[in-house]
């Protein structure tokens, strides 16, 4: 199939990437010239502008917007509304509000242009292990769109087939989902977001109360001079609390065991304070989310070692940097 993207940063070239070597073709537009430049020189079509890049697309088209959530995707969404015409489908695969998909979709589907909302995770990593995608819209732009999400898709991998599945949809087996109509898609993405604070938050302060066991105001007797990259190293085999973002802490650790490069300033980049609206509304206990979002706010105040976890964690899998920090 054929595709256009727009927002060629650090998840929209890679899904470019991995489309084109599952055999998809692909326009390419971003406010960077030299990001357009690099991926037509890995076989992408450029354009110039949002015309040149409608145009260049064969009918029916599929958009798919890549872009910070917010205004300058609302006023996009907006500008492609009046130049796709009806038929054509609208995707978009950045983190945003999903009651802002809601009107969104209302807005196209008054000129009859599909739209879909898509939670896309992955992060940097994304081209190589392939992604998570959480959809919402209506069934039939997914179901015409399967391939693509298909070959973006991270696959089964080595991950068992979970009991008691037998005759239900084989696509999240693929890592890849329909989970209803519009606004569906990210809201699952935003809940997904806020559970990742928690568990980076659980790991951080467990390294930070390890680190800390060699502190010199324990008596002496109680004092644990421990090694926390191997400690990290150790529990991604055959330990419950396996996971990639443990395999990422490892690696950080290895790397740099005092993680001195790192200030400790974690960003936060909206899902987790969604999710927490969320759960009041729903009047849902969400204790252990809403100090982890708490504990991001308070690391631009005071930072700990704890919060230099949570920075390596984040560079690691998305490629985050902290402010001021090359």
């Known amino acids: 199939m054929q595709l256009g993207m727009i927002g060629l940063g650090r998840m929209g070239g890679n899904i470019v990437r991995r489309l084109m070597h599952a055999g998809h073709s692909c326009v390419v537009y971003d406010k960077s010239a030299d990001a357009v ?42 500008e492609l509304g009046d130049l796709l015409e009806p038929g054509d489908t ?41 992604y998570c995608l959480m959809i919402g819209g209506e069934k039939i732009a997914v179901e015409r769109l399967d391939p693509v999400f298909r070959a ?12 008691h599945r037998a005759g239900r949809d084989p ?11 519009n606004g569906a898609g990210h809201f699952v993405k935003m809940i997904h977001n806020g559970i990742e604070y928690g568990l980076m938050q659980a790991y951080a302060e467990g390294f930070d109360i390890l680190k800390h066991a060699g502190d010199a105001a324990l008596p002496a007797e109680h004092r644990l001079a421990l090694n926390l990259a191997d400690i990290a190293e150790t529990w ?5 609390i396996t996971s990639w973002l443990l395999d990422l802490t490892a ?21 987790g304070r969604w999710t927490l609206m969320a759960a009041i509304e729903e ?32 560079k690691g899998f998305g490629g985050h940097q902290e402010p001021g920090r090359a």
């Open 37 to 78: 430049r690099g991926l037509a020189n890995e076989g992408a079509a450029p354009s110039r502008d949002l015309a040149d890049f409608v145009h260049q697309l064969d009918k029916p088209r599929v958009v798919w917007v890549m872009l910070p959530a917010g205004a300058i995707t609302h006023a996009t969404i907006v």
């Open 90 to 130: 609208l995707i978009d695969g950045g983190n945003s509000f999903f009651q802002d998909d809601v009107r969104h979709a209302e807005m196209l589907n008054g000129k009859r242009i599909r739209y879909l909302d898509v939670g896309t995770s992955g992060g940097v990593w994304g081209l190589e292990r392939g």
């Open 152 to 163: 973006l898709a991270a696959g089964a991998g080595g991950i068992s087939t979970t009991p």
């Open 171 to 181: 696509r999240p087996g693929q890592g890849y989902l329909h989970a209803g109509p």
């Open 236 to 240: 991604r085999r055959g330990s419950v």
């Open 251 to 271: 690696a950080a650790l290895a790397e740099e065991a005092d993680l001195a490069s790192y200030s400790g300033h974690v960003a936060d980049s909206g899902e």
């Open 283 to 314: 009047a849902v206990p969400a204790d252990v989310l809403s100090a982890a979002l708490y504990a991001r706010f308070r690391s631009r105040q005071d930072h700990t070692f704890a919060e230099k976890i949570l920075s390596a964690m984040r």
